[in-house]
């Protein structure tokens, strides 16, 4: 199955700079070069051996396939005005980088998108040039929308498909702070012109809709007519 390459690039700075490649609901590619201010150098790499799942699409995949069985199963049946609504309203609701890292890759809309996040356990040192430079403004923290908060990051296993905190043993929760953040997304070509076609299909199965429920009253007024 040929696969989709795709840019992905920080914008106005090159935190994050490199390609992915989509195969199916796999990434089963990456070659990303990571320029964070709290970290060194790296790069993300990622081989067919090692490819990334990504539940979303499966959960996209298995939407489609119950919406067109059935579809199938209403065509096949006599075109009565109530079932067809009924199921019209069924279709409408269809690498590690190191110590302290984690990443991840996720769907939202039509966009692939990675999440960095430089993590910090609560009960760190912090060194005293910080703590110096902190008091006097020579070293200022790293501003993000998740700034001050506090989670509970629990690794669940080596083998996780993101990357993890290395000197946090799995299926312990460890409270943490992030200490730098970075968001970086792209556009699924594909990805793109499927959701255009799903949201016309959605406005084509709208108007259906409202033309049945003119139907069925209709149906109504002749019945009361008629008694």
């Known amino acids: 199955m040929p696969g989709s390459t795709l840019v992905m690039s920080t914008p106005r700075r090159e935190s994050v700079k490199g390609t992915i490649t989509r195969v199916g609901n796999r990434i089963v590619k990456t070659n990303l070069h990571l320029q964070l201010h709290t ?3 790296q790069t993300i790499t990622i081989r067919p051996t090692t490819a990334i799942h990504m539940p979303q699409l499966d959960t996209l995949s298995h939407h489609l ?3 067109i069985r059935t579809i199938s199963a209403t065509l096949d049946l006599d075109a009565d005005p109530n079932f067809i609504k009924t199921q019209l309203r069924v279709l ?3 690498p590690s980088l190191g110590p302290h890292a984690s990443w991840y890759f996720g769907l939202q809309d039509s966009l692939i998108v990675l999440w960095i996040r430089i993590l910090e356990p609560l009960d760190a040192p912090v060194h ?3 703590m110096l430079g902190l008091a006097i403004g020579t070293v200022r923290r790293l501003e993000h929308d ?3 908060l506090i989670f509970d990051y629990v690794r669940t296993s080596p083998a996780a498909s993101a ?3 290395e000197d ?3 299926g312990e929760y460890t409270p943490v702070r992030v200490r730098e953040k970075v968001r970086v997304e792209t556009a699924d070509p594909k990805l793109m012109s499927l959701s255009a076609k799903l949201n016309s299909v959605h406005a084509t199965l709208s108007r259906i809709e409202e033309n049945l429920e003119a139907v069925l009253a209709n149906l109504a007024g002749s019945k009361i007519s008629e008694e």
Do not use: F, N, S, Y
Request: hydrophobic share 40%; aromatic share 0%.
């Open 39 to 41: 970290q060194h150098a």
């Open 146 to 148: 998740e700034t001050g």
């Open 168 to 170: 946090i043993v799995p």
């Open 128 to 130: 005293l040039g910080t």
């Open 163 to 165: 990357g993890h905190v």
């Open 65 to 67: 396939d119950d919406a």
């Open 92 to 94: 409408a609701q269809l």
